[in-house]
């Protein structure tokens, strides 16, 4: 799904965490949502989002999504391909009746370290990706399939 530049500030609020797990739907203009969500970051600095299952949460399984890459977010999934709602093409939030989380609790993760507004190391601002500092590409992106298994 291509998303409208239009929908990318939302995005970039959406997925702004702090370290701290933190409740984010207060803002958001859905409606009937029926769940949990817990944003933030592990003890290695790794993006999560922690959806709870609009079914039967304490029974239903746990997902665990990582999208393919290495580098690529798993955000992009959440909200342009099987999260609770998706950002339609006028920037537009809008319920999906096909979301994962009608039957399982979903824990998105971003890996590796440098992937989408997963930060690699103290001191580094937000952004897309860690990998390009000042054109010249940074040690710790340097992941190919054998290294992102390692991880």
Request: proline fraction near 5%; glycine fraction near 10%; include cysteine.
């Amino acid at each position: 799904m291509k998303l409208s530049p239009s929908a990318l500030p939302l995005l970039l609020l959406i997925n702004t965490a702090t370290a701290a797990p933190a409740a984010i739907f207060g803002f958001l203009n859905v409606t009937s949502l029926t769940l949990k969500e817990e944003t933030g970051y592990d003890q290695l600095m790794i993006r999560y989002q922690f959806d709870t299952s609009m079914n039967d949460p304490t029974s239903d399984p746990v997902s665990i999504w990582h999208t393919g890459g290495p580098g690529g977010s798993s955000m992009y999934g959440l909200y342009g391909e099987l999260g609770y709602f998706q950002i339609s093409s006028s920037g537009l939030l809008a319920n999906d009746d096909y979301s994962f989380n009608k039957v399982s609790n979903m824990l998105y993760l971003e890996s590796p370290a440098g992937s989408f507004l997963t930060p690699t190391a103290e001191g580094m601002s937000s952004g897309f990706s860690y990998c390009m500092i000042d054109g010249k590409r940074q040690d710790v992106c340097n992941w190919n399939d054998m290294s992102q298994a390692a991880a």
